[in-house]
């Protein structure tokens, strides 16, 4: 059996998948219609606030992962499997872009069934592409942050002045001496 998405990529997959399906639509229609009609707004609110998740929870990642790496290239290589494939995305593109097609009202088809099927797998290339590269902009950004040495408070000197003793009372100095321990006073009797 083949799997071509990991459980734990099937949240970026499923987000990643209506961005790359909306850039499709967008591309092979141009101009001549919204996608998925009066749902258009959510459908967009609803990819980007999956982006922003998704940038969330790999910066998340990241920055509880960096104490285990050495570098931020090695931190971006174990954050790696967390960008969805190509073929997932399309896949996932594919079957958003039917959904979306099936929520607007009938229209006719002005591209080709090809020329759609050329910008899904072209839009999910260029989301992939992006977001390696902000998988490894984020680690290299949390490496910068958690590697930077705070700057230490500047040493403030005062000068400190000696004491002066203040001068003691007479009556007090010589109370100790007032009588004699008690056991002087057994050893010696009188």
């Known amino acids: 059996m083949v799997t071509i998405v990991r459980l734990r990529q099937f949240p970026a997959v499923a987000i990643l998948g ?16 919204q996608a998925g009609g009066a749902y258009h707004s959510t459908l967009v609110l609803l990819a980007l606030a999956g982006v922003g998740g998704f ?10 992962g960096v104490r285990r790496h050495a570098d931020g290239s090695i931190l971006a290589a174990a954050l790696r499997p967390m960008v ?13 872009f039917g959904a979306i097609e099936g929520l607007e009202s009938p229209h006719a088809w002005h ?5 759609v099927a050329l910008f899904l797998i072209a839009a999910s290339l260029l989301i992939n592409l992006a977001s390696r590269a902000l998988v490894r902009a984020i680690a290299a950004i949390v490496v910068a942050i958690a590697r930077a040495p705070f700057a230490r408070r500047p040493v403030c000197y005062r000068r400190r002045f000696a004491h002066r003793s203040s001068a003691r009372r007479t009556c007090f ?16 009797p009188v």
């Open 55 to 64: 940038v969330a929870s790999v910066a998340a990642l990241a920055w509880f």
């Open 173 to 188: 100095v010589y109370r100790r001496f007032a009588r004699p321990p008690p056991g002087v006073m057994l050893a010696h």
């Open 84 to 96: 969805p494939p190509i073929a997932g995305l399309a896949v996932s593109a594919g079957l958003w």
């Open 111 to 115: 591209a080709s069934l090809v020329v």
């Open 18 to 33: 209506l961005l790359a399906s909306l850039a499709a639509h967008a591309a092979s229609y141009g101009g001549d219609h």
